[in-house]
């Protein structure tokens, strides 16, 4: 079982829905959750981080964390066509920055 | 300005030979990484380093060896290619745990 697990959809959605992106772990020891964004061809960008458990608002995106179910999401909201690209969970136990990252999942928004 | 630059962008090479890749980053950080993305979009850390010192060796055949000349800098040496090292390879760079700003990747192809 891998550290981190992320359905890899793809998932489409139209213009203007909510979209909802979940990874789960099983490693207790992670206390910073991130959320990338990649474009295709392009190098991942950090979009949403978080220590601990909570919500994070930036925007038309809010990052969750509950650790307690050892459960992220990312929710989009008034979702764009320029918000399609593949979006990687990525969480830390701190001290080396050590990465691990769930496989991504491919989001696609039509007009 | 470009953050993180890495050279070349694409590296088409065959079985056996040795090839570098270069990473810059003019951000100032003092931790610097190199991942492995590989066809299904899995990001894996390889390698970290913090002020030239190496701190995460994750589980890489040691034909791969990273160098970092200053902390502005880590090169990625790979020798005797195999067709399983094609892939596409991030290095990135961190002031803070999980906020990590990624290259635009290297594409490399063995034949």
């Known amino acids: 079982q891998k550290e981190v697990e992320q359905d890899p959809g793809p998932l489409s959605v139209p213009e203007g829905a909510i979209v909802s992106l979940n990874c789960t772990y099983s490693?207790?020891?992670?206390?910073?959750f991130m959320w990338y964004r990649q474009y295709s061809r392009k190098g991942p960008e950090l979009l949403m981080y978080?220590?601990?458990?909570g919500n994070k608002e930036d925007g038309r995106f809010t990052a969750q964390v509950d650790k307690s179910s050892k459960y992220i999401s990312l929710f989009i909201r008034d979702s764009q066509p320029s918000d399609s690209a593949t979006y990687l969970c990525?969480?830390?136990?701190?001290?080396?920055?050590?990465?691990?990252f769930g496989q991504g999942t491919i989001l696609t928004v039509h007009p | 300005d470009t953050a993180v630059s890495q050279t070349p962008k694409y590296l088409v090479t065959q079985m056996g030979n040795d090839k570098s890749i270069k990473c810059e980053q003019n951000?100032?950080?003092?931790?610097m990484y190199w991942y492995k993305q590989d066809s299904k979009k899995f990001l894996k850390i390889m390698f970290s380093?913090?002020?030239?010192?190496?701190?995460i060796n994750e589980t890489v055949p040691n034909r791969f060896s990273p160098k970092s000349p200053d902390k502005a800098h880590l090169n990625l040496h790979i020798n005797s290619l195999e067709l399983g090292d094609s892939a596409v390879y991030f290095c990135?760079?961190?002031?803070?745990?999980?906020?990590?700003?990624f290259g635009p990747g290297t594409r490399l192809t063995v034949t």
């Open positions: 990135a760079s961190s002031l803070r745990v999980g906020e990590q700003y």
């Open positions: 490693n207790s020891a992670f206390q910073y």
């Open positions: 978080t220590y601990s458990s």
């Open positions: 990525a969480m830390s136990a701190g001290v080396s920055g050590k990465l691990t």
């Open positions: 951000l100032g950080h003092d931790t």
């Open positions: 380093y913090n002020n030239k010192e190496l701190i």
